[in-house]
Nanobody, 119 residues
Framework: QVQLVESGGGLVQPGGSLRLTCAAS????????MGWHRQAPGKQRELVAA???????NYADSVKDRFTVSRDARLNRMYLQLDNLKPEDTAVYYC?????????????WGQGTQVTVSS
Protein backbone atom coordinates (compact mmCIF):
# COMPACT_ATOMS: atom_id res chain seq x y z
CA GLN A 1 0.00 0.00 0.00
CA VAL A 2 1.02 3.55 -0.71
CA GLN A 3 -0.19 6.69 1.04
CA LEU A 4 0.00 10.08 -0.67
CA VAL A 5 -0.39 13.48 0.98
CA GLU A 6 -0.45 16.74 -0.98
CA SER A 7 0.31 20.19 0.36
CA GLY A 8 1.04 23.68 -0.92
CA GLY A 9 -2.23 24.78 -2.47
CA GLY A 10 -3.77 28.18 -1.86
CA LEU A 11 -5.10 31.41 -3.31
CA VAL A 12 -2.87 33.28 -5.72
CA GLN A 13 -3.31 36.16 -8.15
CA PRO A 14 -3.01 35.65 -11.92
CA GLY A 15 0.64 35.51 -12.90
CA GLY A 16 1.63 34.21 -9.49
CA SER A 17 3.33 30.98 -8.44
CA LEU A 18 2.78 28.05 -6.11
CA ARG A 19 4.71 24.90 -5.29
CA LEU A 20 2.81 21.70 -4.58
CA THR A 21 4.35 18.79 -2.72
CA CYS A 22 3.28 15.15 -2.70
CA ALA A 23 4.73 13.05 0.12
CA ALA A 24 4.60 9.29 -0.43
CA SER A 25 4.88 6.62 2.24
CA UNK A 26 4.43 2.87 2.41
CA UNK A 27 5.54 0.56 -0.40
CA UNK A 28 7.11 3.33 -2.43
CA UNK A 29 9.77 1.05 -3.92
CA UNK A 30 7.07 -0.29 -6.29
CA UNK A 31 6.24 3.10 -7.78
CA UNK A 32 7.22 3.58 -11.41
CA UNK A 33 5.32 6.64 -12.53
CA MET A 34 3.90 9.48 -10.47
CA GLY A 35 1.73 12.27 -11.76
CA TRP A 36 -0.31 15.33 -10.96
CA HIS A 37 -3.95 15.47 -11.98
CA ARG A 38 -6.40 18.30 -11.54
CA GLN A 39 -10.16 18.65 -11.50
CA ALA A 40 -11.94 21.94 -12.01
CA PRO A 41 -15.60 22.40 -10.98
CA GLY A 42 -17.90 20.72 -13.48
CA LYS A 43 -15.02 19.19 -15.45
CA GLN A 44 -13.38 15.81 -15.68
CA ARG A 45 -10.16 15.10 -13.87
CA GLU A 46 -7.17 15.54 -16.19
CA LEU A 47 -3.53 14.54 -16.04
CA VAL A 48 -1.28 17.59 -16.27
CA ALA A 49 2.23 16.30 -15.49
CA ALA A 50 3.94 12.95 -14.99
CA UNK A 51 7.42 11.77 -14.08
CA UNK A 52 8.80 8.23 -14.22
CA UNK A 53 11.30 6.62 -11.86
CA UNK A 54 13.82 6.93 -14.68
CA UNK A 55 13.28 10.68 -15.02
CA UNK A 56 11.07 10.83 -18.10
CA UNK A 57 8.69 13.80 -17.88
CA ASN A 58 5.54 14.71 -19.80
CA TYR A 59 3.17 17.67 -19.58
CA ALA A 60 -0.27 18.48 -20.88
CA ASP A 61 -0.17 21.17 -23.56
CA SER A 62 -2.21 23.50 -21.35
CA VAL A 63 0.55 23.70 -18.72
CA LYS A 64 3.70 23.18 -20.76
CA ASP A 65 6.29 25.93 -20.20
CA ARG A 66 4.46 27.09 -17.05
CA PHE A 67 4.50 24.04 -14.75
CA THR A 68 7.56 22.00 -13.72
CA VAL A 69 7.34 18.54 -12.18
CA SER A 70 10.19 16.96 -10.25
CA ARG A 71 10.75 13.94 -8.06
CA ASP A 72 13.07 13.24 -5.15
CA ALA A 73 13.37 9.45 -4.82
CA ARG A 74 15.43 9.71 -1.64
CA LEU A 75 12.71 11.66 0.15
CA ASN A 76 9.83 9.87 -1.62
CA ARG A 77 8.44 13.20 -2.75
CA MET A 78 7.14 14.71 -5.96
CA TYR A 79 6.79 18.42 -6.60
CA LEU A 80 4.86 20.60 -9.01
CA GLN A 81 6.06 24.17 -9.52
CA LEU A 82 3.22 26.26 -10.93
CA ASP A 83 4.31 29.56 -12.54
CA ASN A 84 2.44 32.22 -14.48
CA LEU A 85 -0.83 30.90 -13.11
CA LYS A 86 -4.07 31.64 -14.93
CA PRO A 87 -7.67 31.64 -13.64
CA GLU A 88 -8.30 28.49 -15.69
CA ASP A 89 -5.70 26.68 -13.58
CA THR A 90 -8.13 26.84 -10.64
CA ALA A 91 -8.81 23.26 -9.59
CA VAL A 92 -8.20 20.63 -6.96
CA TYR A 93 -4.80 19.12 -7.68
CA TYR A 94 -4.28 15.43 -6.92
CA CYS A 95 -1.13 13.37 -6.60
CA UNK A 96 -1.31 9.96 -8.29
CA UNK A 97 1.12 7.06 -8.20
CA UNK A 98 1.64 3.51 -9.35
CA UNK A 99 0.96 3.84 -13.06
CA UNK A 100 2.89 1.27 -15.08
CA UNK A 101 3.14 3.47 -18.17
CA UNK A 102 3.73 7.15 -18.72
CA UNK A 103 0.61 9.25 -19.18
CA UNK A 104 -1.64 6.75 -17.47
CA UNK A 105 -3.28 6.56 -14.06
CA UNK A 106 -2.14 4.50 -11.09
CA UNK A 107 -4.22 3.09 -8.24
CA UNK A 108 -3.02 5.44 -5.50
CA TRP A 109 -4.44 8.92 -4.90
CA GLY A 110 -3.91 11.70 -2.43
CA GLN A 111 -6.74 13.72 -0.92
CA GLY A 112 -6.12 16.74 -3.14
CA THR A 113 -5.10 20.34 -2.54
CA GLN A 114 -7.08 23.36 -3.76
CA VAL A 115 -5.44 25.89 -6.07
CA THR A 116 -7.43 29.05 -6.69
CA VAL A 117 -6.21 31.70 -9.13
CA SER A 118 -8.15 34.92 -8.77
CA SER A 119 -7.61 38.65 -8.47
Amino acid sequence: QVQLVESGGGLVQPGGSLRLTCAASGSTFSLKTMGWHRQAPGKQRELVAAVSSGGTINYADSVKDRFTVSRDARLNRMYLQLDNLKPEDTAVYYCNAGAQRMWSTGPYWGQGTQVTVSS
